[in-house]
Structures are given as C-alpha cells and as structure tokens.
C-alpha cells in the first residue's frame, strides 16, 4: 500500500480479461469504470482491487501496491456487492434511528448472512412496533439519495470528535481495539458520521429494499460483564423482488425450525439441569440418529475402515503438542487439574501474559496458593513475567492436567502410534462417533445446530504420500454418497486454503504448496465445483468443505475433508518404508455428516419434520376401525415388525377420522387401516402421508412395497421448496 500523499504520476491496471492499461497514480476505481464505459459506471456498487472490496471513489493505490493493481468493477450482479449494501443499510437504519429516538451510543453494525445488524445502546427499550416508524425514516433518507463520504484523521482529532459528538463507545474502542492505529477512517452521511472502515456504496439511493427483522439483547464488545446494549437486526436487497423471496424463505425456516419441530414430535431436548447446549436424545431422535450412524457404519466396513473408541477427556500435553490447546483455548472449557491450586495457577499465568497483573493482585496469589498447598519457593527469585510464567509452568507441569476432549484426532494419532506400522500396512483408516466438547458462547446456541457437545462421525486416515490422491478422492466421494442418501444433491465445494500472510498456521512451506496442491488436483478431477478462499485453512492444514443447499435453499457446512502434514510431524508418527527407513506418513481427516447433531437438526428442517421411510422414528401405523379388529390389528402390526418395519397399532375407541389426523400430524409415513373386509380378505388398507388413500393390497404385498421403499432409501418430498433470492451474500462480511 502506498504512503497517503505519495502516489506515482502512473500506475498500471490489469482488467478481469487480463488487459493491462496505464491510468494517473491517484486514479479511482470510478475512474477506471468511466474509461470503460458510461454504462458500467452507472451500474457500479464497488470495486475489488487485489484481494479487498473497496469503494468506488478511493484511490486504488492507497489499497495494494502491487504492480499491475488488479481491478474489478463490481455491479449488482456481483456477490460481494450485497455485503457493501448491507453494511451500508446498517449505517442507514442507525442514523434513522438516532433521528426517531435521540440519544443514541453507538456500537457496531457488521453484515451478517442475509443482512445485517447494529448494536445500540439508547434510553428507549425498542420493540417490533417501533420498526415502521424507523423504516418510513429510512425511505426518506434512500430518497434523498446522500452520498457515502469516507475521510480519514488522526487518533487525537477522532477522539475529540468523537467526544464532541458523545459517543463514548466509540472513544473506548480507538482507545483499546484501534490502540496501534495512528489514522482512522470514517464515513459521512449528511449530519451521521461513524467510524468505521467501509467499504461502502456511492449514495443511499442505491437501496432497493430492506426490512427490520429482530431487536434482541447484546453485550458491548460481546462480553457478557460489559454494557448491555440492543442489537436490531435487518436485511437489505437489490431488488423488491429479491426482499419478497428471502422473506417468503425465513417464514418457511420458521416454519421448518428444528427446535419446534423437535419439541412438537418428541425428537430432542435441552434441559437447564442438564446445561446448555447439550442435547438429550429422546427415543424418536435417537432412533433417527442410530438409522444414520448405522447406516455409515456399514458403508465405512466395506470400505476399508477400522472401527476405535477413545476416551472423552486427554491429557492437556496431548493437545498441546497436536496444537489445539493453547491454539483454540477461547472455545474450550477450563482443564481439570488433579491439585486444587491448578485452577488458580492457569488464571495466574494468564494474568502474567496478558500483563495485567497488579503487585497487590500477585500477593493475593501467593497467599491463596500457600493455602491451597501450591508450593513454589522459585516464584520469589524470578525476575521478570517471563521467569514468573516458567516458574509457575513447571509447576503446572508436574501436576495432573485433563481437557474435555475438543478434537478425536490426536486420539486417532496415538492409536496409529501404538504398534509399528509398515508401508505395506498403508492406508490405516481410523473411525469413530467420538463425542467432543466446545464451550460455544451462551449467545451462540441454536438448538441442535450449535451445541457444546457433539458427536461427530471422524475418523482418520494414514497413508503414503503416494497414497493421498486416492484417499483423498475416495473420501470425497464417500460424502457425496451420504449426502445422496438423504437427497442432498445441491451443493458445492469450499476449498478453504490457508492465508499465506498469517502466522496462526504451522507446517512448512512445501507441505502446504503440497497440501493445496493436491487437493485442487483432486476437485478438479471429479469435476466437482469449488470456490477458494484464503484464510479458512485449519491450523494444520487445508480442507474441502461440502456447502450443501437444503430444500428451501439455505446453505449448511456438513461433510469436510482435511490434509494434514503437520499433526504426523508434531506426534513423530512414522512408518517402515520398502528401502526399510522411517518414512512419516499422512494424516486426512474426514467427517461426511460433520457432527450427529447439526446434520439432524439440519435434517428435520430440510423435511420439516417429515423423515423418508427409511429414516422415519415411527415409519408405520395400524389403525382400526373398531375394537372389533383388535386381533387382525395386532397381526398386521406382529407380520410387519418381523419383516423389521418401526411400527405401532392406535386401538383406541375414536373416530378412524380421528385416528388418521392424529398420525398425519405426527407426520408417520404410512397408516394401515383395517377392518372387516380387510380381515377377511387379509389386507390393508394403506394411506400415504403424502398422497392420500391409496386403496386395499394384500398383506404380503404391503410389506413388500414398503420394504423396497426402505432398501432404495426413497426420498419423497412433502413440501414445495420456495423460491430462493436470485442472489446470496457470498462475498466478504463487513463490520465498523
């Protein structure tokens, strides 16, 4: 990036068809679209020069300096351009409300998935009833068409204006999260002024449609000890058109939700006794969970795979030395120590890192350690937080550490090390439902889809290096497979690669150009669609991620395929080669449903609660018409549990009528009813879930037809999928 004040008499700028042409040194992506066309300037939202969106009036040389500066002009048919709008919207829906209700702090207003949202802190306690009168002041504003105006200042002037203007919140976080910056940036909009970094569109009059959603409560910063604040929620499209469709889709989410779903049939709960964010699987669920896990069971025997258990706590060593401890640690829960006085020695050393231990604070310590029996007569002679936290660290090293265990595969990589291994023995494929643990933010928590614990379908596969495309393709085919048994076809491949500018990842620069390398090789081959995106790469390597669209087209991450180099290189895993030298293998790891309970959540919202037969808790249910039938009831109930069938028999004294809405609310596939005729004859009478009353066949023959549904894991719809937005935010999130 080039010095403000400092741009050359010329610059070079490569177009998407990959011309090359010479513009000023201060030229602007407006600029560049009005030498294109008069057309393609009008219709620009932004630009994306590099790799980062930015507005359409910065000088394209204060984003990048490289040579020749890559340009693009972004329109509304553009991805991206929806994240520019939205966070634009953000700013628009917070000036309209500090002009409805005045003494507004502001906080932060990000895009989200669909939208957007701001984070408020005003004297008024904002309701839904509040939103038409913010949204009729926010039309007024898109009339007047205003333009975005970015300008930049030093930290000093900021915070005098900042102050001038009363927001606190604001000059709280330019005193602590902008503390490095000498310059920040803010955008103009008529008398609304914020901080933030942008990008933005050109003027407010580009703002098609929008809609407030939700008012809800937030923490400043996301810390549940500070200032509580009110976070709105909205979205914003291109298009009325596009507004009505994404609309139409969240009323059919609600309809869909899982939480409802699985209260209203049994399938799951989450009790406070217990704690939030883990699941109890009530029969019904567990039914469903046990069909899938089953099913793949199979499928990885005939595939090569090795069943293995392994424990739900590890020695926090173990996870220190495969890296996700201290890596992760925000998203863990606290080790458990085998001395009472571990507790206070980890908050201790933290302290110490972060510098922000007091001298009355470190007698505190001390006092209560002597009490709890930690003995470090060391601590006295360290000079210095480093000395302290190696003193404290040794300590803590000599005592029992455990973690809930956060991942399987460090469990996996002990087993593969638990006997020599010979290149002959290569591919060792590992596989387990192995329950992890992750302390989500109590905010966070949504049901089934983001929970504390969970049980994911892993397992771990070792090879050659000769041997990683192969594995590589086989797992990637082996999640398609899962994902077509259940009729989710609709997806597309995230190839997420590690950001070569960050210092989070480990491993050398070979094994990732190899990593990388391969893995898009492989895509390729199979023909499979992906996107790359940079700085998405798991700490030890990169993976494959399957973004799949359910029937009302939302998009889910379920089934990933990683590569790893590293995690072999950290454990010193090793394997005889044919020139009989120690050779290190690699690791893939592979998980096609992602975890049990975000694939079944995922699962009852994609058939609203409707399982296929195969899958159904209850899949049949004999109804008669009298207790007269009682006996051939139960018979029919007797032939189709033998043939394996999940079924019941209602004999209660109601109305067949009755009996038949009963068992379509609870969504049972099929209904048996049967009655004299049915008797005699030994028939039954079947009715379809979806398709109504499809008349009397044999008993034989019922079973037979329902049993060939089963084996080809039919899927039938019950539900016609709305119509999806013509476009998605795909593009980057913005935040102020």
């Known amino acids: 990036m080039i010095a403000s004040g400092s741009a050359p008499s010329v610059v070079q700028i490569q177009l998407p068809d990959g011309s090359v042409k010479e513009f000023p040194g201060d030229v602007t992506p407006l600029a560049i679209a009005e030498s294109i066309s008069p057309r393609l300037a009008q219709a620009a939202i932004a630009a994306r020069v590099g790799e980062k969106v930015t507005d359409l009036k910065r000088p394209v040389t204060e984003t990048t300096d490289v040579q020749p500066v890559p340009v693009q002009i972004l329109t509304e048919k553009d991805a991206a351009s929806l994240g520019v709008l939205r966070h634009s919207c953000a700013h628009l829906m917070a000036r309209a409300i500090m002009r409805v209700f005045p003494g507004v702090q502001l906080a932060f207003g990000p ?45 000093d002037e900021a915070l005098a204006m900042l102050e001038g203007m009363g927001q606190k919140l604001k000059c709280e976080h330019i005193q602590s999260g902008l503390a490095n910056e000498a310059t920040v940036s803010f955008y103009r909009q008529g008398e609304f002024v914020d901080l933030c970094r942008g990008p933005h569109i050109p003027d407010a009059g ?20 500070g200032q509580q604040l009110q976070r709105v929620y909205g979205t914003a499209w291109f298009s009325q058109k596009d507004l009505d469709a994404h609309l139409e889709q969240v009323n059919e989410a609600k309809r869909r939700d899982h939480r409802v779903l699985g209260k209203q049939l049994n399938l799951f709960s989450i009790s406070p006794e217990v704690g939030a964010g883990l699941c109890l699987w009530l029969p019904k669920g567990a039914t469903v969970r046990a069909l899938l896990e089953e099913f793949i069971k199979g499928e990885l025997l005939k595939r090569g795979y090795q069943p ?13 030395t495969s890296g996700h401890f201290p890596y992760y640690r925000d998203s863990q829960f606290t080790p458990l120590y085998g001395h009472d006085g571990g507790q206070l020695v980890d908050f201790w050393i933290r302290k110490l890192q972060d510098g922000a231990l007091s001298e009355a604070d470190e007698k505190s ?36 550490r455990y973690l ?30 192995g329950t992890v643990y992750r302390h989500e933010q109590s905010g966070e928590l949504n049901g089934m889809l983001r929970v504390r614990g969970l049980t994911q379908d892993d397992a771990h596969l070792f090879c050659t290096p000769e041997q990683v495309e192969e594995e590589f393709r086989a797992t ?7 994902l077509a048994s259940v009729g989710l076809e609709d997806y597309r491949v995230q190839l997420s690669l590690r950001d070569p500018k960050s210092d989070k990842y480990v491993g050398s620069e070979e094994n990732w150009q190899r990593a990388e390398a391969s893995l898009r090789g492989v895509l390729t081959e199979l023909n499979l669609p992906f996107t790359a995106r940079e700085g998405e790469a798991a700490f030890y390597g990169p993976k494959a991620d399957f973004m799949v669209k359910d029937c009302i087209g939302r998009e889910w991450q379920l089934g990933t395929v990683q590569l790893d180099y590293n995690l072999p290189e950290r454990f010193q895993l090793e394997y005889v080669g044919a020139d009989n030298q120690a050779h290190r293998p690699v690791m893939i790891h592979r998980a096609p449903f992602g975890s049990m309970e975000r694939f079944t959540g995922m699962l009852i919202e994609h058939f609203a ?25 139960r018979e029919v109930e007797r032939e189709f549990r033998a043939a394996g069938f999940r079924v019941t028999t209602d004999l209660r004294g109601a109305k067949i009528n009755g009996k038949i809405r009963d068992a379509q609310i609870e969504l049972i596939p099929y209904m048996l009813v049967v009655g004299g005729k049915d008797q005699e004859n030994r028939t039954v009478s079947i009715r379809d879930r979806i398709e109504g009353d499809l008349g009397a066949v044999p008993l034989a023959e019922a079973i037979a037809r329902l049993q060939q549904e089963v084996t080809e894991k039919r899927i039938r719809s019950v539900a016609k999928p709305a119509p999806a937005p013509a476009t998605s935010n795909e593009g980057e999130n913005y935040a102020d």
């Open 111 to 155: 895009t989200t998935g669909n939208g957007y949202y701001y984070d408020l802190d005003l004297p008024h306690k904002l309701s839904e009833d509040d939103f038409a009168r913010i949204e009729a002041e926010m039309q007024k504003l898109v009339e007047m068409a205003e333009p975005f105006e970015r300008f930049i200042t030093n930290r």
């Open 206 to 225: 580009r703002i098609k449609a929008f809609r407030l959603l939700s008012v809800a409560g937030a923490y400043w910063k996301g810390d549940a000890s």
């Open 308 to 320: 293995v258990y392994t424990p739900h706590i590890g020695r926090v060593e173990l996870y220190e």
């Open 365 to 400: 310590l001390l006092a209560s350690a002597k009490i709890l029996g930690v003995e470090i007569p060391e601590y006295a002679a360290a000079s210095g937080n480093l000395a302290k936290i190696e003193v404290l660290r040794t300590w803590e090293k000599q005592q029992e």
């Open 404 to 433: 809930l265990k956060p991942m399987n595969c460090p469990h996996h990589a002990q087993i593969y090390k638990s006997m020599q291994r010979s290149y002959r023995d290569l591919p060792v494929r590992l596989a387990e439902f």
């Open 476 to 482: 990637l085919q082996l999640v398609q497979f899962v």
């Open 609 to 633: 609660g409707a399982f296929p037969l195969w899958l159904a808790p209850e899949q049949v249910r004999v109804l008669s018409i009298s207790d007269k039938f009682e006996g051939y009831a």
